[in-house]
Each structure stands twice: as structure tokens, then as C-alpha cells.
């Protein structure tokens, strides 16, 4: 059965609903230690607590090692619930925890990130981080329920709201031009929770419908990619330069350049690119490169999870709405995206 998706500014009265119907033989909640601090107080649970620390460092082996042993050690059964409050760190390692505790128990996210509740906690991609590479190891194992709410998103940073609006920006993209025109009419350092929440829902939908028609990333779901193949080049060659990005940052320069190169090879519309171009100087900035970068970031792009037989692969558009996936990009049309990608961002 598909997951639940519960949009709400009730969060407490929802949770008590789902415990009440998933009626578990013991509830089991896992928080990091920021959630802990910050969000845990909120909640209205009667569950045996399970910590983790908080940061992407931590989203491995040790972490889910000490949520199996807190469950196990609470005597959790297949007949309980984990309840992962947190980013999605949380809810990919909490979700990871409980597929395999006793071969797989049930559990509900509730993400208290923008990133989280657009992307992370939807769609049933769980995982941890191994030998070096984000998200080695995971399996695809759906929440029974998402609670999905503004209320915990007025303590956090801007830099983490721009971060999720780059992936509302994506399914915009994704589904039509009314809603990229929405969007980009939004000052996303000024996000009002309720108009957030209509919009969140709006976009966390344009999610699941792709999910449902292909859970395991097949063909459709790698639609889901647009922006993410230059933006994890992007975010990789920061980090190895030391001056590491937020992921969503990286995803929206990516989805700049991924325009470009939509529009060189699929006839974008060049006004939708200029546009999304300016929005994305304005509130992101830029993601500076000069031409000495460019075989890095191409070496990057050749051994990316998506790459098959060392080729670049991209999501592209030929519109909005107009989805083209497995699209194969000569590095030399790449270089030329760069080159157009600095000129749009004034580098
Ligand atoms: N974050 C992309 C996906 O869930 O497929």
C-alpha cells in the first residue's frame, strides 16, 4: 500500500490518529540530538527514545548499529512502530533501522527540515553513508505514514529553507509552468508557514505520483534527478575543495545549467531558463568555476551513481513538464553549459 502523506498543522493530533489505526505492540521514536533538543519537547509521545548524533558524518554504520540495539534492547517486535523525527539523516537511517530490524518493521516519518519533507522523507529511499560514498548501502522501504507540517521550520536557518526550495523548484520544473511561475513569485527567506504548507503539498505530490509509477527508479523516478547530476558535481568538488555547499545550493545551480543544456539540446524555452537563471543568482548566488575546473567536474559526472559506462547521463526538459530522462551529454556540450552557466551567473 502506498504511504500516507498528511499534511498538517497538527501534527500531535495526526500522530495519535496513526498510532491509534497501526495499534503497534510498543513504540519506539528516533531523533538525532538537535530533534532532541529542539522538537522532541513538542511532541506528544509516549515511545521509548532512541538519540543519535546529529550531522551526515554520522549517517552510518555506528548510528544504525545504536538505533537496532535500542530497539532491540526496548523489545521491539515486527508488530512496532519507529517514529523518525529529524531531517533526513534521521529519516533515511530510521527507515534503514527498521526495514531490517527482525526483516522489517513499520514506521512513520516526520521530517522537521523544508529538504527532508520535500525530498527525503517521501518515496521510500532509505540509506546510510559507506566507504566514502553517500547513501552506499539502503533498501527502498516506504513509511506507512508521513507527517508532513510547517510548525517546525520557523527555527531553522534560511540557508536549510533555500535548501529545500531548490527541490520545489525541481518538481515545479517537473510538473508544469503554473507552479514554477508560483514559485519563483515567492521570496524564499520571507516563507509564510501556511502558504508553504499548500505549496509543499503541492509540490510533495508532483513526488509521489512519480514514485508510485516507478518505486525502484527503473525509468520514470529518475526524472527525480533534473539538476543533480551537475549538482552533485557541484557539491562533490566543494567539499573536496574544502569549501563544502548545502546540498540544495548545489542543486540549484545544477538545475540552472541542466537548463542550458535542456534548452542546446531539447529547445528549453530561453526565457523559463533566463528567469529560473536570475532567481537563482539572486537568492542562492553562485557557484563560482573557471575553466580549470571543468575536467574535475567531469570526472565527477562520468562516475556518478546515474553514469552508465563512464557516459554523463541527465534529466532533461524539453518544457516545463516536458520530462526527457537517461539523456547521454558529450562532455563537449557540457563545457559549453559551463561556459553559458558563468555567463547567467556573471562569473
Ligand atoms: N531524491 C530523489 C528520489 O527520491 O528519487
Not at 530533534?35 to 522532541?40: A, D, E, H, P
Not at 548566488?285 to 575546473?293: A, K, M, P
Request: proline share 3%.
Amino acid at each position: 500500500m502506498a504511504q500516507r502523506l498528511i499534511f498538517t498543522n497538527d501534527v500531535n493530533r495526526e500522530l495519535a490518529a496513526i498510532v491509534d489505526r497501526l495499534h503497534p505492540s510498543s513504540l519506539f521514536l528516533l531523533t538525532d540530538t538537535n530533534t532532541s533538543r529542539m522538537v522532541r519537547p513538542l511532541i506528544d509521545l509516549s515511545a521509548t527514545h532512541i538519540v543519535i548524533p546529529a550531522g551526515d558524518e554520522h549517517k552510518n554504520i555506528d548510528s544504525l548499529q545504536h538505533v537496532w540495539q535500542g530497539l532491540q534492547q526496548g523489545g521491539a517486535t515486527r508488530q512496532s512502530v519507529l517514529v523518525n523525527l529529524g531531517g533526513g539523516v534521521v529519516t533515511d537511517l530510521g527507515g534503514l533501522a527498521a526495514a531490517t530490524f527482525k526483516r522489517g518493521m513499520r514506521f512513520v516519518n516526520v521530517p522537521t527540515t523544508l529538504l527532508g519533507a520535500v525530498d527525503a522523507a517521501v518515496g521510500g529511499k532509505t540509506g546510510i553513508n559507506y566507504g566514502g560514498l553517500k547513501n552506499e548501502i539502503g533498501v527502498f522501504a516506504e513509511a506507512t505514514d508521513v507527517v508532513i507540517s510547517t510548525c517546525f521550520f520557523s527555527t531553522l536557518p534560511s540557508t536549510e529553507l533555500k535548501s529545500g526550495f531548490a527541490e520545489m523548484l525541481k518538481h515545479a520544473l517537473l510538473t508544469g509552468s503554473d507552479e514554477f511561475d508560483r514559485l519563483l513569485d515567492i521570496d524564499p527567506e520571507r516563507l509564510s508557514p501556511e502558504n508553504l504548507l499548500h505549496r509543499l503539498q503541492v509540490s510533495v505530490m508532483v513526488k509521489q505520483r512519480i514514485v508510485e509509477q516507478d518505486p525502484h527508479e527503473h525509468g520514470l523516478r529518475r526524472a527525480l534527478n533534473l539538476g543533480h547530476t551537475v549538482g552533485h558535481a557541484f557539491e562533490s568538488h566543494a567539499l573536496a575543495c574544502g569549501r563544502p555547499v548545502p546540498h540544495g545550493y548545489a542543486v540549484a545551480w545544477g538545475l540552472v545549467t541542466e537548463c542550458v543544456l535542456s534548452h542546446m539540446m531539447m529547445k528549453f524555452p530561453s526565457d523559463t531558463l533566463h528567469r529560473l537563471a536570475a532567481f537563482v543568482h539572486l537568492h542562492y548566488g553562485h557557484f563560482g568555476i573557471t575553466c580549470d575546473d571543468y575536467d574535475t567536474l567531469l570526472t565527477i559526472m562520468r562516475h556518478d551513481k546515474k553514469s552508465r559506462q563512464g557516459e554523463i547521463n541527465c534529466t532533461l526538459l524539453a518544457g516545463c513538464g516536458d520530462v526527457r530522462t537517461g539523456i547521454t551529454v558529450a562532455p563537449d556540450d557540457m563545457c559549453v553549459a559551463f561556459d553559458i552557466y558563468r555567463d547567467l551567473m556573471g562569473i
